[in-house]
Structures are given as structure tokens and as C-alpha cells.
């Protein structure tokens, strides 16, 4: 069987969501049409690591993106569990798993990622969990219900939230992290050691400096091996040590990926193919607040890029121009990261605030001492609204490191 549509988005996450809503806001008779390979219709991840696991009982529609109606009142079609698995550019066809095919004049790219999967024996066991899905939050949520112990490998955003998820259901938690610190890829040495401490202070245990090399159980994992000959008992264990961009789509049909394997866009998120966009996880886009291409794996670039890839599908040119917004929650803490997140963590930060009291903003600058990333946390997340707008400005307007003092960045005197 054959159906077209003017428009059609491939992937359920917020990139999808919100282009579809934009592009209905422009074009008010087009067809619109969400297809996703999930049972569920397009939901946000941040809950799926912070209430999904922290509460016992949990709404399965909690993360939903849109009410039910939205789709509807909006007549924007979704096709669920339908996997696309080539797309014709020539022909402007997409060819469905199942045989069928949907003739499109408009396409957005919004495949996602999938969680790394660890490479070691036993990570087939049952009770080994990967984070990415509401369904696999649930999971872990279920699991935790009977469990006394768990380990995390992988000190990262994910299962930095999980762990304290996990804890708050009085599980007792065991991170094992390769690198010297949780956050390696972005924290300097200060706020590694900062979310270290606020962390064993809620009793959760750190392995840092360690490989794991083997899961072991009769049937369900119950012990964590380490290169070191180290044992950890678990009840379940939670993976996070990266994603993988899901790309082949775009590659099969012969668009250019970029040197790190997302597809490559113009600041407009729109494909050499003038007919084709992607964005949110996959897009290798040019970012023109930090002035060179790169992909992001967040919740934000998702729905900002959504909103902008569907208003250019709709007819408009415009540019997409923010400066990268990074946020977690986790213990009684609430962070938001404004600038560069690859930036440097070798250089010397500055903070400003009270570091033991949790109530800072740590300044990361570049070569020339401008800034390139802020990282603010707070005990009160409406604290962080403020600083967030001043980290903006900062970052936009190159200001020197050397010169900015707390109220520069927006914290209470």
C-alpha cells in the first residue's frame, strides 16, 4: 500500500513533536505525518531518568511530549510501531518495514540514538539495563522495587540521575566510572570532586579509575567484575557509557554524515537534498553561537531544533542560533550548563559563590581567558532561571573570565 504526505517526520522524540506543531502553526492544510518504531506517541526523555525512577509508582504517559488530543485537534497523523527502513530521494519515497511505502514532499530526519552497548561477558544477563526508552525506565523502576543493591557503570549525566533516583528509593548504589571523576567529559576537577562528595554524602559508593571486564549470574546478574579482579554484587546493573547515532537511514540514502557520524546540515538544519532536514540527536549542524559543527544529545538542542527545522519546512528561512543549554537534577541539586560543553577541563574554572553550600557558578575559559561555558547549581531551581539568561549574554558577548564577579553572572548577593 501506498499514502503520501506533504510532510513526514521520521522519529517519536521532541525533534518530531515540535516540528510538527510548527509546521501546523505555518501551513494550516498540509499533511502531517509522525512516524515512530515506539508503541508510545512522542514522549521527553528527562523524566525517564529522574521521576520514573525515583517514584515506586509512575504514570506510563508522565513523559508523553503532547496530550492525546494535541494530534488530533491539530490533524497531525501518527503511525506508531512502523519502522522506516529505506528512503528513495530521487523518488521521494520512504519504504516501511512492513512493504508499504509513503511518497513525501517534505522530510525531517529525527532517528535519535541508541545507548552503547557494553562489550564484556554477562552483559546478556537478565537484570542489565540500558536507559533510553520509557519502557526501560519502568524496567528499572520495577527492578528497584525488590533490589537492595545496584551498580551503575558509567558516571555520566544518565546515571548520575539514576543513581540518585535509585538511592532516594533506598537502594544501595555502587558507580563504577573509568575516569577520575563523575561528568569526565565536562566537569573540571572542582565539580567532579563537588558531586563526589554531595554524592557519598546520600551514601552512594564510587569506583573510579575502573574497567569493568565481566557480569556474572546464574541466568540474572548478580556480581559486577572489574580489570582489577574487583567483585560488586548487584541485584541489577544500569549501563550508560554513550550512545550510538541511529544514522544508517541517512546514510543509506546516500546523505553526507559528518566526521563523527551525524547528519550533516546547514545552519538552517536542512541536508544538500533541499528536500530533506534532520535534527535533534543526528543533526551535525553548524552552530553558529559557537562558531563550528557539532551534534548535541539533549533534550533542549531537540525541541529548539524541532521548532526550527518545521517553521523552515513550512516556507520560512531561519537560522537556528542558541547557545547550547545543558540541565540535570539530581539529590536536592538543580544544574544548568550554558556555552561550549566540549570545552576544556584542563584549564583553570572560576567560581563564584559557595561551593560547599552548593549555591555557585563555575566559569570555564578559553586560551584567551573568554568565556566558554558556565555551569551554575542550585539547592532552589528558580535561582538558576536568571543566571541562565546572564551565562547567554556572557558567552554571546565574549566576556573575559577575569572581569566577571558573582553579580556579573546573576547570583544573590
Known sequence: MEESTKYLLVGGGMASVWAAQNIRERDKEGRVLIVTNEHHPPYDKPPLSKSY?????????DAYSKFDNFYPDNNIDLKKETEVKRVDRSDRVAHLENGDTIRYEKLLLATGADPRKLNVPGSDLNGVFYLRTIDEALGISNAAKAAKKAVLIGAGYLNMEVASGLAQRGVDVTVIEREDRPWSRLASRKLGDFLRRAYEGAGIKFVFGEEVSALTGGGSVAAVSTKSGAHYDADFVVVAVGASLRTQLAKDAGLELGERGGVVVDEYLQTADPNVWAAGDIAYFNDLALGRRWHAEHHLNAKWQGRVAGANMAGERKAYDQVPYFFSDFLDLHMILRGDPSGSTQRKTVVLGSLEGGEFVELYPDESERLLMGVAIS???????????????????????????????????
Open 53 to 61: 525512577i525515583a517514584k515506586e509508582v509512575v504514570a506510563v504517559d
Open 379 to 413: 539547592h532552589e531551581e528558580p535561582k538558576l532561571d536568571p543566571i541562565s539568561d546572564k551565562l547567554d549574554e556572557l558567552f554571546r558577548a565574549r566576556a573575559d573570565v577575569r572581569d566577571l564577579d558573582a553579580a556579573a553572572v546573576g547570583l544573590e548577593a
